[in-house]
Every structure is written in C-alpha cells, then in structure tokens.
C-alpha cells in the first residue's frame, strides 16, 4: 500500500499508510520506529491538508509521550488533537482524545478533571453505539478507581467493560479487564484470585504480542510477590 501510493504521489494516502504502519510498531513496542512513522505522518497529512490525519497523527505522539513521562508534551498533544476534531465534527476521534485526557489526568491524580473527560468519552462513545471505545474507557474509568482505592466502583466498570469485550470478541479489552480483575483482588486481599486473573492476563497479552501489557502485568505482578 505504501509502494503504491508513493507511485502515485499521494500524501495523503502516504500519510495514512505511515500512521497505519506506525499503529502496528506501537502494538509491537517499538516505540522509537512508531514515532519516526508518527512523524513523517504527521507531515504528510499537513503537506495533503488532511486536518483529520494531523490531529490523528498528533494524538499517536501524544499517547507515546504520555507513556515515556513527557507529560507537558503529551497534554500539548491531546488538547491539540481535541480541538481539532471538534471543529470538524468527528465526534469519534474527539472521544478518543478526551479518553486519553482522563488517563492523563488521572496519572496526574487530578481525579475532578480525570472523571469529567472520562465521562464526556463515555457519554459520546454509547451515543454513537460505539462499544469497542466504549469498553477500553471503562477499563481506564476501574484503573482510575482502584488508584483511589475504591474497588467497588472499579469492580462496575470492569464488569461493563468485560462483558462488551465478550459481545465483540475484543481479546485486546478481555486481557486489560483480567489485569484490572486481578488489581482489584489483590486490593481486597484474594491474592490467589489476583495471581489467577493475572496468569489470565499475561496468557492473553503473549498470545496477541502486547508488550505493553505483559509489561503491566509484570509490574502488578511484582507488587503482588512483594505483598506475599
């Protein structure tokens, strides 16, 4: 696909393969090479003048950085993206970035803003029967409550979000809801249950290469042993 819409000298298109390919690295945890491909995306979709794949593009970025700690950067990203969708309309992509905002937010344990981007992504998300976003905002809204310690409420959303999983077959949304399953066992003290759903977890994360996840897994794991 990239052969070929060079051959025809296409930015757009080049654009949109790049960020393609790059969404395939980060599965992988190749982070460096996702965010050259990110890049070069990015200014692909501003040379074409394809504002919906320059915010796309920004919010990749913004995710990446989130996740290495460059948390002024990764805010810049975001709110960059959520206005931009916006303005056009693409109420999709704009829950998406107000999603990422919450968890932001939420790292930052700035827990009044945390909930109100959360509940925003959520509210937009059911309005347009979009149930596989909606099932990964209600895996970050239980992460959110097991930070502050309330395992009830989190033990609600990761039920909502472990049964749309089921309905769509979502095996990446199944692994991240045995994670939080087992987060909220070893909270109430069930270590065998949290050493279970996190066996569950790490089965799925290495069957569909989620590096990320194995690697959250490994750390909620590590702090489990620590407990014992």
């Not at 965010?35 to 919010?59: F, I, K, M, N, P």
């Not at 981007?117 to 970050?140: C, Q, R, W």
């Not at 994670?179 to 977890?201: S, V, W």
Request: aromatic letters at 4%.
């Amino acid at each position: 696909a990239r052969r070929a819409s060079e051959a025809a000298d296409d930015a757009g298109w080049v654009g949109n393969v790049l960020n393609d390919q790059g969404v395939i690295h980060f599965q992988l945890g190749r982070l460096d090479e996702a965010v050259r491909l990110y890049e070069a995306a990015h200014e692909r979709a501003r040379s074409a003048g394809d504002a919906r794949l320059a915010a796309v593009t920004a919010q990749n970025l913004g995710i990446i950085a989130g996740m290495r700690g460059d948390v002024p950067e990764a805010l810049r990203r975001y709110e960059s993206a959520l206005g931009d969708f916006r303005v056009r309309g693409l109420a999709r992509e704009a829950a998406l970035a107000l999603n990422n905002l919450g968890m932001l937010h939420a790292d930052l344990r700035r827990w009044a803003e945390a909930e109100r981007y959360f509940a925003e992504a959520v509210h937009i998300a059911s309005v347009l029967g979009d149930l596989p976003n909606k099932a990964l905002m209600l895996t970050n809204l239980a992460e959110m409550w097991i930070e502050r310690g309330d395992t009830a409420r989190a033990r609600i959303e990761c039920d909502g979000a472990n049964e749309l999983a089921g309905q769509l077959h979502d095996h990446a949304v199944l692994g991240e809801a045995r994670k939080l399953y087992g987060m909220i066992a070893r909270e109430e003290g069930d270590l065998a249950a949290a050493e279970h759903h996190f066996a569950e977890a790490e089965a799925i994360a290495t069957a569909r290469q989620n590096v990320l996840l194995e690697a959250e897994v490994a750390r909620e794991r590590a702090d489990l042993h620590r407990r014992q």
